[in-house]
């Protein structure tokens, strides 16, 4: 059985290494999990630059120093079970190793519902702590699954959150990254009000300027290298993509008109930067599990899981429009396709995905 491991000090490089847990005999109450498929996005890039700012890495620790395992989102099937209530041969979507296998030591909370409460994962974040069971299905819509509901149960948090806090009283909001999932993701559930009080601007790079103008969620779309060609009227900037200069001309061109500034993404890791000397209101760090926990607390449990539920389906069922499914044979290759990502190289276009 095989991982892949991640340099910690240049994510660009990864490897596919053997795995030595994966022999080991399950304790008492742990189960073992043989990896179907897996998304893997810039999303997944993101993780392994925020890895030690958000514990990333503990998810999965590589036991290794300086090496480190990226989670990320897909199926995987029981194959050995100690667990009460968890059979051999059922289906598990949620929060996966770049490997082939998987232990985890899984509580029922609820029907099909599953947390890994394994020693090394306590304290982190409950949504990336949660399995559920699923029914066998077309590859197609596993895939789906794994490229668009974690990434679109951002976009969709993030409206909320905006919606919770009245747009700040926002005439525009810039979604940086606008190519991204997350970003067009956003952009679409932006549009989707019909008293909307603001427009919406998209920023992306000139090589994906016209993907985003056909999907038609954003009222205006801009390159990066336009950033003064913004309405100065009361705006939020919601960042995709960390880029440092970016940021800096943003938050000049706008300064005081901007009412809110929000880092969600690092999709330009390679040009992040603290930021330093901003004019206008400082970046805050959007935690979309902080937004979760709000509103199960606004509303109860179950309510916000719905809602997210059936907003990334709406989504996703136009993909087919601005999304091709790109699937690689084989764990052996995700070491390019992480550079790949890594580099930027990728179209926004395709999603890609991994069948271990």
Request: charged residues 20%; hydrophobic residues 45%.
């Amino acid at each position: 059985m095989h991982r892949i491991l991640v340099d910690q000090k240049d994510i660009t490089r990864a490897i596919l290494a053997e795995d030595p847990a994966a022999a080991q005999p399950l304790d008492a109450g742990e189960a073992r999990l043989a990896v179907e498929s897996f998304a893997l996005t810039v999303n997944n890039v993101t993780y392994a630059a925020t890895g030690f700012v958000l514990d990333y890495w503990r998810f999965f620790p590589s036991g290794i120093e300086g090496q480190g395992i990226v989670p990320v989102w897909g199926t995987a099937t029981v194959t050995e079970s100690r667990a009460e209530g968890l059979e051999i041969g059922t289906r598990l979507y949620g929060y996966l190793p770049m490997a082939e296998a998987l232990v985890i030591r899984p509580d029922l909370t609820a029907p099909g519902v599953f947390v890994d409460r394994s020693a090394h994962r306590d304290g982190l974040a409950l949504v990336y702590n949660t399995y559920v069971a699923v029914k066998p299905g077309d590859a197609h819509d596993d895939h789906l699954r794994s490229l668009l509901q974690p990434l679109l149960a951002t976009s969709y948090l993030l409206f909320d959150w905006l919606a919770d806090n009245d747009w700040f009283g926002a005439q525009q909001i810039i979604v940086g990254s606008a190519s991204s999932k997350t970003g067009l993701g956003l952009c679409k559930f932006l549009a989707e009000p019909a008293d909307r009080p603001y427009r919406i601007v998209g920023l992306t790079g000139a090589g994906n300027r016209d993907f985003v103008e056909a999907l038609g969620a954003c009222d205006t779309v801009l390159g990066y290298d336009e950033v003064s060609q913004l309405a100065q009227v009361p705006s939020v900037y919601v960042d995709m993509a960390g880029n440092a200069a970016v940021k800096m001309a943003l938050h000049t061109h706008l300064a005081d008109h901007l009412r809110h500034s929000a880092a969600v993404g690092t999709s330009h890791w390679d040009k992040f930067a603290p930021p330093q000397n901003l004019p206008g209101p400082k970046p805050q760090f959007f935690f979309a599990p902080s937004q979760i926990a709000k509103r199960r607390a606004d509303w109860g449990p179950g309510v916000i899981e719905a809602r997210i539920t059936a907003a990334w389906k709406r989504i996703a069922a136009e993909a087919g429009d601005w999304l091709e499914v790109v699937a690689h044979d084989g764990l052996e290759t995700a070491p390019t396709l992480w550079e790949e990502l890594a580099a930027g190289r990728t179209s926004p276009r395709e999603g890609h995905v991994i069948r271990a």
